[in-house]
């Protein structure tokens, strides 16, 4: 079974940067990890970061120029370098996949970010 695992997720304070990770646990062959969400409390799931098979990129709200997302495909991992962090970036982060074959959808357990003085 594929799975999307995010990571790097944290408490930092305005201005800062971190960068997520979401390793999926098959190769390319089997999955595409295509981009970033976030949920906030209290609100519903946006797209963040989007990233296609040929690279390139999408991004949505206040991440551009902020945000950088990228993929490795010979380790099958998604980036997201987030730059300037803003009290409003607090949420939940997910990365999202799709299989190469067929139509299954693949959502990580996320992980939170906290931007906080």
């Known amino acids: 079974q594929v799975k999307l695992v995010e990571s790097g997720g944290g408490l930092v304070q305005p201005g800062e940067s971190l960068r997520l990770s979401c390793a999926a646990s098959?190769?390319?062959?089997?999955?595409?990890?295509m981009g970033w969400y976030r949920q906030a409390s209290g609100k519903e799931r946006e797209a963040v970061a989007l990233i296609n098979i040929n690279g390139a990129t999408t991004y949505l709200g206040d991440a551009t120029g902020r945000f950088i997302i990228s993929r490795d495909d010979t380790m099958n991992i998604l980036y997201l370098q987030m730059n300037s962090l803003k009290f409003e970036d607090t949420a939940v982060y997910y990365c999202?996949?799709?299989?190469?074959?067929?139509?299954?959808?693949?959502w990580g357990q996320g992980t939170q970010v906290t931007v906080s003085s």
């Open positions: 098959e190769s390319i062959d089997v999955v595409r990890i």
């Open positions: 999202r996949g799709y299989s190469v074959r067929g139509s299954n959808e693949y």
